[in-house]
């Protein structure tokens, strides 16, 4: 069976409040294990349609940490997924927003690895670049759209554009 196609919505000002609660519920609930909680992905670009799930990275100091405070997150009603490979060596949990097949999307992704990860810095990265330069955003966003169209919201053909797209991307913030 075919997985239900990619859902996107215009851009949500509640997706900062949302992330805002995440972050201190995290900070709260993991005691100091994770030092850091930044929101990433199109729903941290004021303006930008999205996929209505708030992406967030939750940075341990410590690889040691990770385990424990996956435990913890885990405990804030987050399942853990498989880690996409981007993110290289993380923990992926995710709150699920219905349970039913029908519904895949989640409402919260949390990617937890070290601050100094190679997928901390280049999200980030790409996070900030997105909103400094509002040109290359609204081009993503068109990109994003007209393939997600093309592709009639298939989930695997989404996410293999939106890798082309990162990594051109990754390329032009590398050479500025």
């Excluded at 989640?106 to 790409?126: E, N």
């Excluded at 670049?129 to 053909?157: C, H, I, M, P």
Aim: some cysteine; aromatic content about 8%.
């Amino acid at each position: 069976m075919a997985s239900p196609p990619v859902r996107l919505m215009h851009f949500d000002p509640r997706w900062r409040q949302e992330f805002e609660q995440t972050r201190s519920s995290i900070l709260l609930s993991c005691e100091g294990r994770v030092v850091d909680v930044v929101h990433v992905g199109s729903t941290a670009i004021s303006g930008l349609i999205a996929r209505p799930t708030i992406d967030v990275l939750a940075g341990v100091a410590d690889i040691s940490m990770m385990e424990s405070a996956a435990l913890l997150i885990e405990g804030l009603n987050f399942r853990r997924e498989a880690t996409p490979a981007w993110a290289g060596q993380s923990i992926a949990l995710c709150k699920p927003r219905y349970a039913t097949p029908d519904h895949p999307d989640p409402t919260h992704c949390v990617y937890l690895m070290q601050t100094s990860a190679p997928a901390w810095i280049q999200a980030v990265s790409i996070r900030d670049y997105l909103r400094q330069n509002a040109e290359t955003a609204l081009d993503f966003e068109e990109a994003k759209v007209r393939r997600w169209r093309s592709g009639e919201g298939d989930r695997q053909q989404y996410e293999a554009d939106k890798a082309i797209f990162f990594a051109h991307l990754i390329d032009q913030i590398d050479a500025s």
